[in-house]
Nanobody, 128 residues
Framework: QVHLVESGGGLVQAGGSLRLSCAASGRTFSWYAMGWFRQAPGKEREFVADISRSGSRTSYADSVKGRFTIARDNAENTVYLQMNSLKPEDTAVYYC?????????????????????WGQGTQVTVAS
């Protein structure tokens, strides 16, 4: 099991930027593909982005492509989500998640059920 703690959320004006961090502890961080998901009030949790174990492969939801960037630092056991050009519809609780399945690392995992461990979430609010 890997323990995940998100940080970096907050209130920002539309068009602004935030960088979320997710610090991992426990098992070896580089064994896991990592993903970011979000959940807005009254909506289901949705995929935002994921990254392979090495960081060489990334994938994004269409709604954030070109605005968000996922990255990881295996030496620091941290995954990041840089969010630019934020929109009010990006308002949600953002969660990071870890997947031990190697296929998630190789091919991507937009399905939340493929992930083993989750953080507690961090709130992002984008004001119009």
């Amino acid at each position: 099991q890997v323990h995940l703690v998100e940080s970096g959320g907050g209130l920002v004006q539309a068009g602004g930027s935030l960088r979320l961090s997710c610090a991992a502890s426990g098992r070896t961080f580089s064994w896991y593909a990592m993903g970011w998901f979000r959940q807005a009030p009254g909506k289901e949790r949705e995929f935002v982005a994921d990254i392979s174990r090495s960081g060489s492969r990334t994938s994004y939801a269409d709604s954030v492509k070109g605005r968000f960037t996922i990255a990881r630092d295996n030496a620091e056991n941290t995954v990041y989500l840089q969010m630019n050009s934020l929109k009010p519809e990006d308002t949600a609780v953002y969660y990071c998640a870890a997947a031990s399945d190697y296929q998630c690392s190789n091919y991507g995992c937009p399905d939340a059920t493929r992930y083993d461990d989750w953080g507690q979430g961090t709130q992002v609010t984008v004001a119009s």
